[in-house]
């Protein structure tokens, strides 16, 4: 039996300071931050020039406040994780800034044309959000404080999946007022005044189980059976794993109400499995599994309805949203017009109208930046994406033991996946999901939980990056590269 490493009694290395004799590619990082707030600088100040007239005084503000706090980011970085990739931060950096600004700029767009120059810096969405910017930097570096060694989690492995699960499944039990936003029962709501998305919690939690349990049953579920058209299936009594967390997903799916996070974390799970088994099989068994059972799911849906009904609905208006373009299929439609009416070049920061767009702020922001910045704006956007996932899928390569390569892996596919399933939605390629766009749309859950995967990922990138002090890895174990992120950096 494989048994799967675990954290050292003492994380000397990981939390030991930076060689001074090596370079960790801090000051790189700091100005490319920079570089990043010059950007959102720009940014609001030609949004204030579209919607005011003029750029006020005051423009400066909020990218000054942005830059303090992603600088005390870079500091907590540059003391807790000194050898972390130095290109990850920038990229959320300019992310959440620019989500900020765009926040400010729906403010400033609700307001008559008299009352926007002299609204205050201090109020409105983006203000909120920058507070929330703040908490989730603070949480992230609380988060890099205590977790010193990222395979310390490997230790609470099974604990932390159940407390994954609860997260999950809360949302599910109670009651629609209690938990439905939009059609999605994906929330906590606490009054009104008050709501959390413990699902954006749940699946940094289940993916510490998933590359626990993963890493020690991984030489079991590379066995195969049978080849076919020159694949290796695995045997059936091997697929007990994916069957269960496929169930799972559908009765997200079901009771939930919500596709995306269904496929959040079948996905999650699906390709951490391939990670570890380097099985192209799996892959095909899980898409066959998710697509099998979301046709199940709309057919019922179709023909009983009960609790498959919302899904067949949000299935009928992807399939035609123009067929009742006023009332159900709204939002899709001022999506796409939005998508459409931006082009090539887009309107302009500011000079668009994405406030037509039901949920501009949270689900559909994509649709409204992409009205004002173009198709190649949003092209530089999941660019940025992209270039996140990438050194995530590096950070998995280069660390040493295999609970690090499992959950870097994870971490960087469910950054991807999730910007895939939102930008998926408000571009109709998939039928409308509940996501949100990592670190753009509003919301405190979102922002906080999307930090603290960045916060694991420059832990597991900084002991990767680290100067190997022996000849052997952190967990005393040859490794095997991992398939997916090598034919990715390939």
């Not at 009352?115 to 983006?126: D, I, M, P, T, W």
């Not at 949920?359 to 660019?383: C, R």
Request: charged letters at 10%; proline letters at 5%.
């Amino acid at each position: 039996m494989v048994t799967a490493p675990t954290a050292p009694a003492t994380p000397s290395t990981p939390s030991a300071p930076a060689d001074p004799r090596v370079s960790t590619r801090r000051n790189t990082e700091l100005a490319l931050i920079l570089v990043a707030m010059v950007i959102v600088l720009a940014y609001s100040a030609a949004v204030e020039y579209a919607l005011v007239g003029r750029v006020t005084a005051r423009f400066w503000v909020i990218p000054a406040l942005l830059t303090l706090l992603f600088v005390g980011a870079h500091i907590a970085v540059r003391n807790l994780t000194p050898y972390a990739d130095p290109s990850i931060l920038p990229c959320v950096a300019l992310l959440d800034g620019l989500g900020v600004a765009f926040l400010r700029r729906l403010d400033l767009g609700g307001l008559d044309a008299a009352q926007r120059a002299g609204y205050g810096v201090l109020a409105g969405l983006g203000f909120r959000q920058l507070l929330w910017t703040l908490v989730s930097i603070v949480v992230a570096t609380i988060a890099l404080i205590i977790v010193r060694d990222h395979r310390i989690l490997s230790r609470y492995a099974y604990t932390l999946g159940l407390i994954g699960l609860v997260l999950m499944m809360i949302p599910a039990v109670l009651p629609a007022s209690l938990s439905s936003i939009n059609g999605a029962k994906l929330w906590i709501k606490f009054g009104g005044f008050f709501q959390i998305q413990p699902g954006e919690f749940a699946k940094l939690l289940l993916l510490s189980f998933f590359a626990y349990y993963l890493v020690s049953k991984r030489e079991v579920l590379s066995l195969a059976s049978r080849r076919f058209l020159g694949i290796d299936f695995p045997r059936g009594r091997d697929m007990g794993p994916v069957i269960v967390v496929w169930v799972l997903s559908l009765m997200v799916l079901v009771f939930e109400k919500d596709l995306g996070t269904a496929l959040l974390y079948f996905g999650m799970f699906v390709v951490t499995l391939y990670i570890a088994t380097e099985r192209v099989s799996w892959l095909i068994i899980g898409l066959v599994l998710f697509i099998g059972g979301a046709f199940l799911a709309n057919v019922l849906g179709a023909t009983i309805g009960g609790p498959f009904a919302n899904f067949h609905e949000r299935v009928e208006i992807w399939l035609n949203p123009f067929a009742d373009p006023n009332v159900t299929g709204y939002q899709l439609v001022q999506s796409l017009l939005g998508l459409g009416t931006g082009g090539l070049f887009g309107a302009g920061p500011g000079a668009g109208q994405p406030e037509n767009v039901p949920f501009v702020n949270n689900d559909f922001i994509f649709a409204g930046i992409g009205e004002e910045i173009g198709l190649f704006g949003l092209t530089g956007l999941l660019l940025i994406y992209l270039l996140i996932t990438v050194r995530g899928l590096r950070a998995a390569i280069a660390v040493r033991d295999s609970f690090g390569k499992l959950m870097a892996g994870g971490l960087a596919f469910t950054l991807g996946l999730q910007v895939f399933v939102i930008v998926g939605g408000v571009t109709k390629l998939i039928p409308l999901t509940g996501q949100t766009t990592p670190f753009l749309s509003a919301g405190g859950s979102s922002l906080m939980a999307n930090w603290l995967l960045i916060g694991l990922l420059l832990r597991i990138s900084d002991a990767s990056r680290r100067p190997a002090t022996s000849g052997a890895s952190p967990s005393g174990q040859p490794e095997r590269l991992a398939g997916l992120a090598t034919e990715v950096i390939r």
